[in-house]
């Protein structure tokens, strides 16, 4: 065997890379996003977070009684720079 069919061997097992920003993959994140979830991928706090919902920067969906914030994905997203798929 030679080294061009060891490297088309490699090159055909290996899965297609996942997206991942700040160790987190993209790819499986919910539709919906909690606070916590949106600060640990931005890596800002919690309270960053309901700041930019105020400010319009980043729009928050209230749902429940308590009135629970969630933040789109593809919102998430933009505002990283990633154009949604």
């Known amino acids: 065997m030679d080294i ?15 997206k991942k920003v700040n160790g987190v993959s993209i790819d499986n994140l ?10 640990d991928l931005l ?15 980043l729009p928050a969906i209230r749902i429940n009684a308590r009135g ?3 933040y789109r994905k593809e919102a998430v997203l933009w505002l990283l720079g990633i154009q949604g798929e």
């Open 68 to 70: 629970d914030r969630r």
């Open 30 to 39: 919910p539709d919906l996003l909690t606070v916590a979830e949106v600060a």
């Open 4 to 18: 061009q069919n060891i490297t088309e061997e490699k090159s055909v097992s290996q899965k297609p890379a996942q």
């Open 43 to 57: 890596r800002v706090s919690k309270l960053t977070i309901k700041r930019w919902g105020k400010r319009g920067k």
